[in-house]
């Protein structure tokens, strides 16, 4: 058995040590004292009561930093039809993150029936541990309690390892993370169907080739608003062969918003813009086949499927 499951075991028996001792510590007995039966119910006569005498008074009660409960304890619970995280998180008094956290969930709308999610007493976030990594730069990233965190982890010293997970009570993902997995991250830029999706398809200029598309197009009728997907700062506007008048906009996490083959751009390079905000009309410039708005939502400068982050 490896040694840090060891001292977790030492821990628990050290901890079983400490409340026997609170109980029977020098100073206390028990006795016993006869006591009659009311005459109610299936008989009446004398029963044994057990009595603890001592100092009560001077039984210490452990103190846990705020309002962590002293350890980590999970129940279960079967997904059943029709649930999702956020009524989950309602049901069981917990926060979104804490259920996405603690059950690695990438995208609840991907939630299965019958799946068994782990359901802790308290709220908290997991954390991997990375190389170089300390409890004291942790404890700083999430400004938590370090005491906290030993006590919910079971910690014996400071010292943690790389690759380990820890749970880190009263934390929280990131509202755009929470947005993302739940995937209500960006609202639709435009009315209209999709009838090109992310992904690879066939060339529509030339039907022998296929070729990997890097956006959803929407079809809408011309002058049709297009708005900004998320609330953001426009880092360009112009004009492309292949996608005619465009606009890209820059977002928060790393996002960035691309709409393109617009009849008219209502914006400006610089212009901060609200979720919703109208930047341009759908056309039909640049390489197109028909009026649609061609959308591309881009992380950290890798093209992601759009659809997986829309309402």
Same mark, same amino acid.
């Given at each position: %058995?490896?040694?840090?499951?060891?001292?977790?075991?030492?821990?628990?028996?050290?901890?079983? @040590?400490?409340?026997s001792f609170l109980v029977f510590r020098p100073g206390f007995s028990v006795k016993q004292q006869e006591i009659p039966a009311v005459e109610q119910g299936i008989g009446g006569g004398i029963f044994l009561e057990e009595i603890i005498e001592g100092q009560k008074d001077e039984i210490e009660h =452990?103190?846990?930093?705020?309002?962590?409960?002293?350890?980590? @304890?999970?129940?279960? /619970?079967?997904?059943?039809?029709?649930?999702?995280?956020?009524? @989950?998180?309602?049901?069981?008094?917990? /926060?979104?993150?804490?259920?996405?956290?603690?059950?690695?969930?990438?995208?609840?709308?991907?939630?299965?029936?019958?799946?068994?999610?782990?359901?802790?007493?308290?709220?908290?976030?997991?954390?991997?541990?990375?190389?170089?990594?300390?409890?004291?730069?942790?404890? $700083?990233?999430?400004?938590?309690?370090?005491?906290?965190?030993?006590?919910?982890?079971?910690?014996?010293?400071?010292?943690?390892?790389?690759?380990?997970?820890?749970?880190?009570?009263?934390? $929280?993902?990131?509202?755009?993370?929470?947005?993302?997995?739940?995937?209500?991250?960006?609202?639709? &830029?435009?009315?209209?169907?999709?009838?090109?999706?992310?992904?690879?398809?066939?060339?529509?200029?030339?039907?022998?080739? $296929?070729?990997?598309?890097?956006?959803?197009?929407?079809?809408?009728? %011309?002058?049709? =608003?297009?708005?900004?997907? %998320?609330?953001?700062?426009?880092?360009?506007?112009?004009?492309?062969?292949?996608?005619?008048?465009?606009?890209?906009?820059?977002?928060?996490?790393?996002?960035?918003?691309?709409?393109?083959?617009?009849?008219?751009?209502?914006?400006?390079?610089?212009?901060?813009?609200?979720?919703?905000?109208?930047?341009?009309?759908?056309?039909?410039?640049?390489?197109?086949?028909? &009026?649609? @708005?061609?959308?591309?939502?881009?992380?950290?400068?890798?093209?992601?499927? &759009?659809?997986?982050? %829309?309402?």
């Amino acid at each position: %058995m490896p040694f840090y499951y060891d001292n977790r075991i030492i821990f628990r028996l050290a901890v079983a @040590l400490c409340l026997s001792f609170l109980v029977f510590r020098p100073g206390f007995s028990v006795k016993q004292q006869e006591i009659p039966a009311v005459e109610q119910g299936i008989g009446g006569g004398i029963f044994l009561e057990e009595i603890i005498e001592g100092q009560k008074d001077e039984i210490e009660h =452990p103190e846990f930093p705020g309002n962590a409960a002293p350890f980590l @304890l999970y129940d279960y /619970h079967i997904v059943q039809s029709g649930e999702n995280i956020s009524g @989950l998180a309602v049901r069981y008094g917990l /926060h979104q993150s804490t259920l996405i956290s603690i059950n690695k969930i990438t995208n609840s709308r991907l939630l299965q029936v019958n799946s068994v999610l782990k359901i802790p007493n308290q709220d908290g976030i997991l954390h991997a541990v990375r190389s170089g990594e300390t409890l004291d730069s942790i404890t $700083r990233r999430y400004n938590a309690d370090p005491k906290a965190i030993q006590i919910t982890n079971e910690l014996f010293s400071d010292n943690v390892r790389a690759g380990t997970d820890l749970f880190i009570p009263g934390a $929280r993902l990131e509202w755009g993370r929470i947005q993302e997995i739940n995937g209500d991250l960006f609202i639709w &830029p435009t009315n209209g169907t999709i009838t090109s999706f992310f992904g690879y398809r066939r060339d529509p200029f030339n039907p022998s080739r $296929r070729h990997f598309h890097n956006g959803i197009d929407i079809k809408g009728n %011309m002058g049709t =608003p297009v708005r900004a997907a %998320m609330a953001g700062r426009v880092s360009r506007v112009g004009f492309d062969p292949v996608l005619g008048n465009f606009v890209i906009i820059n977002h928060h996490s790393g996002y960035r918003t691309l709409y393109g083959h617009l009849s008219v751009i209502r914006t400006r390079t610089g212009a901060y813009v609200g979720q919703g905000e109208r930047i341009g009309d759908v056309g039909n410039s640049g390489l197109s086949t028909g &009026p649609h @708005l061609h959308f591309t939502v881009y992380r950290n400068g890798v093209a992601v499927n &759009p659809r997986a982050l %829309m309402r």
